[in-house]
């Protein structure tokens, strides 16, 4: 039973593809460096987020939780499409890759569009929204080499860029779905990222040997190929991140204020 799972978890990974994992790629980092660099990256996210969380003022609650048609269709499509991604990790058996942050993020979407407002929506909302540095660099730098089945790479695009457009369908619907650059929301939504990849990602790659989201070794187009390519990674993931949060805190707006001159 066991040995099945580790087959459809990643038994499908193709490691001799430069980046994709094996031994090499695991070795990339000495287990020394591995060890600093967990403790330095993840005690900075802890750090953020007892001083940062204790600063979030409390949502207000939603007068209303109605969900218009057109947010069900929304969300039933947007379902059809991630169901669509399981069924080719499961056809290539390569569900690791379940665990890749674009993959992460349109659970919470889904999450976002299906639940009733809360007291805590807009908090979710906002710290999401820095996490779409993810799909947007997997826009601009696409991977397309491990896909092959029919219609795999078409629905790497769809998945993407759907991601980058659900918030402002959201932000469509008025409060709470509302999003302003805040000092710390941005530095909490970095300590989920960090987080995340130190405390999930890095030991499910280390135990299966696959390479998800390059926290075993980088990329071999990563401009900053080498030993200290974490390290340049911790810098230039916060500068996209920073960028994605103030585009968004400008565009958002933008479709509220729209949306309310034509109700």
């Known amino acids: 039973m066991l040995s099945l799972i580790r087959d459809y978890l990643y038994g499908g990974v193709d490691q001799s593809l430069a980046g994709n994992g094996g031994p090499g790629c695991s070795a990339f980092r000495s287990p ?9 990256l993840g005690g900075i996210s802890l750090f953020i987020f007892k001083y940062c969380s204790q600063n979030l003022r409390k949502g207000k609650s939603p007068s209303s939780s109605f969900m218009s048609p057109t947010r069900q269709l929304v969300l039933v499509l947007f379902c059809i499409m991630f169901g669509i991604q399981i069924g080719f990790k499961f056809a290539t058996r390569t569900l690791i890759y379940l ?5 992460m ?22 710290l999401h929204i820095g996490l779409l540095q993810g799909p947007l660099l997997a826009v601009l730098f696409p991977v397309l080499d491990t896909f092959y089945l ?13 991601i980058l457009l659900v918030p402002f369908y959201l932000a469509s619907q008025g409060y709470p779905y509302q999003h302003s650059v805040e000092i710390n929301f941005s530095l909490i939504t970095y300590g989920i990222f960090l987080f995340y990849h130190m ?4 030991p499910l790659s280390l135990i299966s040997g696959v390479n998800v989201s390059t926290v075993l070794c980088p990329a071999p187009t990563d ?3 080498g030993p200290n390519y974490m ?13 994605v949060i103030y585009i968004y805190a400008k565009l958002l707006p933008i479709v509220q204020k729209k949306m309310m001159t034509t109700k």
Do not use: D, N
Not at 99 to 103: D, E, R
């Open 32 to 40: 020394t460096r591995k060890i600093y660099e967990t403790v330095l």
């Open 99 to 103: 665990f890749q942050p674009c993959h």
């Open 105 to 126: 993020l349109t659970c919470l979407q889904i999450y976002l569009l299906a639940s009733p407002e809360h007291q805590y929506t807009e908090h979710i909302f906002r």
């Open 150 to 162: 029919p219609f795999e790479t078409e629905m790497y695009w769809i998945q993407h860029i759907a």
């Open 199 to 202: 405390f999930i990602v890095q």
């Open 223 to 225: 401009p900053f190929y």
């Open 231 to 243: 390290v340049h990674a911790v810098w230039h993931q916060a500068v996209v991140m920073s960028g």
